[in-house]
């Protein structure tokens, strides 16, 4: 087991912000996501599409990264730079997976 995890989220959607905020209850968490309206609006507290409830989320986040760096820290910061996961020592992408024709997983 990795002693001292500090969890990067790739993908903040369906799949990857509820698995954030479970993280967050226990250990300190990045979410990334390219969607700076998500961000936005997952940094205030609302997840528009309803995967968390608000009062949840905003339970388990917290406004500044550095906030995570301490010994025990636990909690929830979204972002869109790449460089907030940077000193991460676990990472889960839950990003969309392209599908063909007859909806086969494009992993190429």
């Known amino acids: 087991m990795i002693e ?23 250990f300190p968490t990045i979410g990334l996501d390219i969607n700076t309206a998500r961000v936005d609006e997952l940094q205030k507290g609302i997840d528009s599409t309803l995967e968390v ?36 020592n676990v990472f889960i992408i839950t990003v969309p997976t392209p599908t063909d024709k007859h909806n086969r997983p494009v992993l190429t």
Do not use: M, R, W
Not at 13 to 24: D, Q
Not at 57 to 76: E, I, P, R, T, Y
């Open 4 to 26: 001292n995890p500090k969890i990067a989220i790739i993908g903040l959607g369906y799949v990857g912000l509820p698995l954030a905020v479970a993280f967050a209850e226990k």
């Open 53 to 88: 409830e608000n009062d949840h989320l905003k339970s388990v986040l917290v406004q500044n990264g550095v906030v995570l760096d301490k010994a025990g820290a636990k909690g929830l910061y979204c972002t869109t730079a790449i460089t907030d996961i940077s000193d991460c």
